[in-house]
């Protein structure tokens, strides 16, 4: 049986993006936090973020800092769910 689905304009992953880009640029995030953001949205941990961009995790876990800092949130918990309201 076919179920009819209903979807939402632009409820893609390039509309997510584009979204989470818009949001990042808007809080004044720099381009390398922004790549942490994207990372921790899609569900990374520091490590593996650092991995992914060759960097030391201490500089991802101090661009964690910045970006739950402009965003003025008080945790991780909090950003994801700030984000997650954008969708």
């Known amino acids: ?16 993006l584009r979204r989470l880009w818009a949001f990042a640029h808007a809080i004044g995030l720099s381009a390398q936090e922004t790549r942490v953001l994207e990372g921790l949205v899609a569900g990374l941990g520091p490590a593996e973020i650092a991995e992914r961009h060759e960097v030391a995790i201490a500089t991802v876990r101090t ?21 997650a309201r954008l969708a």
């Open 1 to 16: 049986d076919l179920v009819p689905v209903i979807l939402r304009v632009g409820d893609d992953a390039i509309g997510r």
């Open 63 to 83: 661009q964690v800092r910045g970006v739950l800092s402009k965003a003025q949130v008080g945790g991780m918990r909090e950003l994801l769910a700030l984000v």
